[in-house]
């Protein structure tokens, strides 16, 4: 086989990687760059060193209402607690639901005492399709190597009921508590649950 050849062959696999890479489990977490509700040019590069979460949203989505009655805000606290970053992505385009500029972002964050590191603005879609984030809420945790950990539904409970969430695993919690005892991420991958991820 030529080289040309062989670099012919190569090449669709080489785009295709970033999304191939996101939705097979643990492996490098695809970096991003980002605006966050303040204006700031964020990116994954900023917290090298730390464990991530990321977390997909859409205030409009009865999904998300469902765990921001108090389950999203305390599982944030905990990841704070344990030293991890928290950073919530919208990746509605502009004129769909959960759309929303920094003050939107920021008057949401108060009027639901959510406690992200922060809340990242992705009008686009680069940043959720590199991580092929389907759903809000869609979760993923990188690890303190930038290891992609866990992807995949808040709980084991795919409905909109509130009630539900009373005896759910937490996955991100429970991969939290994992990296914190110095063991593999049992749950890696989960199908995520919620509203689809309103892309332009």
Not at 16 to 41: E, N
Not at 73 to 88: C, D, E, F, R
Not at 113 to 142: C, E
Not at 182 to 200: E, H, L, M
Request: net charge positive; hydrophobic share 40%; with cysteine.
């Amino acid at each position: 086989m030529t080289l040309t050849r062989r670099a012919a062959l190569a090449l669709p696999l080489l785009a295709a990687a970033p999304a191939a890479l996101a939705a097979s489990g643990p492996g490098p977490a695809p970096a991003f760059t980002a605006k966050d509700a303040d204006g700031r040019t964020r990116s994954l590069a900023e917290f090298k060193g730390k464990v991530v979460v990321l977390e997909w949203v859409n205030e409009g989505c009865p999904y998300v209402k469902k765990h921001y009655r108090g389950n999203m805000q305390a599982t944030q606290k905990a990841a704070l607690a344990q030293g991890a970053v928290w950073l919530s992505v919208c990746s509605s385009a502009p004129g769909q639901q959960g759309a929303v500029n920094g003050a939107q972002a920021k008057a949401w964050i108060k009027a639901h005492n959510a406690a992200p590191t922060a809340f990242l603005l992705d009008p686009s879609g680069t940043v959720g399709r590199a991580y092929n984030a389907k759903t809000t809420p869609h979760m993923y945790v990188i690890d303190k190597t930038g290891r992609l950990v866990y992807q995949g539904g808040i709980d084991d409970k795919p409905t909109s009921k509130v009630e539900d969430i009373a005896g759910a695993k937490n996955y991100v919690l429970a991969a939290l508590a994992d990296l914190k005892a110095g063991r593999p991420v049992q749950t890696a991958f989960s199908k995520p649950y919620g509203c689809s991820v309103k892309y332009a």
